[in-house]
């Protein structure tokens, strides 16, 4: 019975050796067969007994002559060298794939942090050395458009990232440069990355360099108004302002509901903070969701609030070629995010700002504050010159005021038998028409003190009502006193403008007259202009050298101009004057010296003649006699009568 299993397992291991052997299995064939030669030596040198007791009597078994040959050996296939395991070809192993370089069109739309209206840019992503699966160098630039073609925006940088411990470790730096309407900024600013297979977390650091807060809009120096005895001037400013800061974000990678392998979203939540000198701190927090269908679509949207900008959302759709190639995140989801795109503010964030400032209209020569006194004949006295306080009367006004001011009558006072003598460099003006005034910041419109336009009226009877200084004016004054309204004696730089002097004492040679200036020697500068008179004009120089222009004035009926001129060397301007007539509404009588004379455009509507009579002396007329309705009446008493051109007197064309 031994025997018989002996053979069987014989029979079983040589049948096993000849199978392993036909299927190459090699070593494991030839352990077989030499298990099968054991076993054969093994039952030969078993003894035989004989079975006396056995129901069935078994045939003799004839005892071999000698040992049993070896048994045939069974063939065996020869063993091929295993090679090491490898991902079929076509499954593309990431470890042996490059990142591609990759080029992104991107549109945003919405408002942001520090822009308007969205954005357009182009990026390129430019790996410059890379070990597959384990490190990536590369380069990275994006030329972005503000929605306008003034509104551009570079950022030109690189990075590098490498795994370490399950993660995907990144530094970056860029600098970046924008244009808008009102400068070039710039910025320089570095990134730090750590991405995981599910999470992400970065931060970027911003640093604009060079001039970082420009002019906007000036309005200049505006809103000219009284404030005590002084004049405000208001000015606004709106400065554009490059702001340094940060941001920092966490995102993870969400569960993919619908059951597409190409599309993966992560969702976002982070903190921005930017700062600059004179413009508010912005800190706000932001959530974003970005999408992407395979490597080649991405969509993003988001949201942010802070108290500068408050709540915006932006949002766009970005088309990309090349980069990671396809399947390989399939493979190696980590060593995929070498190829991630850089995440960080696509501009250099602006603030705009206003400032408002208040200053004083300052003296263009002194550099001092330009000093007002005001005067108000409807207040109660007991004022202090100011415009909340006027003074009461000239007299007052007289007494406390000083050189280089302005003394403002304001509309609709009225000063009965009362006088003023103007000190050096006063302007004594009358609210109810336009003054200007210049100032270190420029010439301005006098302000207004009353919503009255009557103008100030000095009315009673009495002489020199408003006696001039040097360097003075008189401006919208409404005379009707009788006798000499306004007068000056040995004065230069006098300006006589826009008053209505209707006197009842007329011009009858007498001397008394509206307006008499008189000098009796040196170099004297009057201007008498843009008045309304019903009576004489006289001036009066002596061995001066008068500088005399008459223009743009009304003589009523009654009215007329007079200048007596003995010795001295002169000019004058006659221009542009209408005369009501009389019996002679112009004469000028020179008496020795010199004079050069444009008398042009003057009209006469009634009877008289326009005189000039020149005894013993040389008179140069400017060719614009002809312009006057009537052409004067030379009277030529042995003096040399000149034609010249027009100019000649230093007036330019009338």
Request: hydrophobic share 35%.
């Amino acid at each position: 019975m031994l025997r018989l299993r002996s053979l069987g397992l014989v029979v079983g291991l040589s049948g096993c050796a000849a199978v392993a052997a036909e299927v190459g299995t090699g070593a494991v064939g030839q352990a077989l067969s030499n298990a099968t030669k054991v076993v054969q030596r093994t039952l030969a040198a078993t003894p035989k007994a004989a079975s006396t007791n056995h129901p069935i009597p078994m045939p003799a078994i004839p005892k071999p002559l000698a040992a049993e040959p070896a048994p045939m050996p069974i063939p065996v296939r020869p063993t091929p060298t295993a090679a090491p395991y490898a991902e079929p070809a076509s499954a593309g192993s990431f470890v042996d794939m490059e990142i591609d370089p990759r080029y992104t069109i991107r549109r945003d739309f919405g408002n942001g942090v520090g822009y308007q209206s969205g954005f357009t840019y182009f990026e390129a992503f430019l790996p410059v050395w890379q070990t597959p699966g384990e490190s990536i160098a590369f380069l990275n630039a994006r030329v972005i458009n503000f929605d306008d073609t003034s509104y551009w925006e570079t950022q030109i940088g690189g990075g590098a990232r490498c795994i370490v411990d399950g993660s995907v470790l990144g530094i970056n730096g860029f600098y970046d440069g924008r244009n808008t309407n009102v400068s070039y900024y710039h910025q320089l600013g570095f990134g730090l990355e750590l991405l995981r297979e599910k999470w992400e977390f970065r931060s970027n650091f911003y640093f604009p360099i060079g001039n970082t807060r420009n002019v906007a809009a000036d309005t200049g120096f505006i809103n000219p108004r009284f404030l005590g005895t002084n004049i405000a001037l208001d000015r606004q400013i709106a400065y554009e302002t490059a702001m340094q800061g940060l941001n920092v974000e966490a995102g993870r990678q969400l569960p993919n509901c619908c059951h597409c392998d190409s599309l993966r979203t992560y969702a976002y939540l982070g903190y921005y903070h930017y700062q600059a000198s004179g413009v508010p701190s912005i800190d706000g927090f932001r959530a974003r969701i970005e999408s992407w269908y395979d490597e080649n679509v991405s969509m993003n949207l988001a949201i942010q609030n802070d108290r500068v900008f408050d709540t915006t959302i932006t949002g766009g759709l970005s088309l990309h070629f090349g980069g990671v190639p396809r399947g390989a995140r399939k493979v190696d989801p980590l060593a995929a995010k070498l190829g991630s795109r850089v995440v960080r503010d696509p501009n250099i964030v602006l603030q705009s700002s206003k400032e408002s400032k208040t200053e004083l209209a300052t003296d263009p020569t002194t550099g001092k504050p330009i000093e007002v006194r005001h005067v108000n004949s409807t207040v109660p006295a007991g004022g202090n010159g100011s415009y909340e306080n006027p003074y009461r009367t000239l007299s007052t006004l007289q007494t406390n005021s000083a050189v280089n001011q302005i003394l403002f009558a304001h509309a609709g006072s009225t000063f009965n038998n009362q006088t003023i003598t103007l000190k050096n460099g006063q302007r004594f003006l009358g609210e109810g028409i336009d003054h200007s005034f210049t100032a270190t910041q420029g010439t301005f419109l006098l302000p207004r003190a009353t919503p009255n336009t009557l103008a100030p009226r000095f009315t009673g009877t009495g002489l020199n009502t408003i006696r001039v200084a040097n360097n003075t004016e008189v401006s919208g004054m409404n005379i009707t006193r009788t006798g000499n309204a306004i007068t000056g004696t040995n004065v230069t730089n006098v300006l006589i403008d826009r008053n209505r002097i209707v006197s009842p004492t007329l011009f009858l040679g007498n001397g008394l007259s509206p307006i008499t200036l008189t000098s009796t020697g040196g170099t004297r500068n009057w201007t008498i202009e843009g008045n309304t008179l019903n009576s004489g004009v006289i001036l009066n120089g002596a061995n001066s050298n008068l500088i005399v222009a008459v223009r743009n004035n009304t003589f009523q009926t009654g009215g007329n101009l007079r200048i007596n001129q003995a010795l001295g060397t002169s000019r004058f301007q006659v221009a542009n004057n209408t005369f009501a007539g009389g019996i002679i509404p112009f004469n000028y009588i020179l008496a020795g010296g010199t004079s050069t004379m444009q008398f042009a455009n003057n009209t006469r509507a009634g009877g008289g003649i326009f005189a000039i009579s020149p005894t013993l002396s040389t008179l140069n007329l400017e060719n614009t006699l002809p312009s006057n309705t009537p052409a004067p009446t030379i009277t030529n008493i042995g003096s040399t009568v000149n034609t010249v051109p027009v100019g000649t007197a230093g007036f330019g064309n009338p």
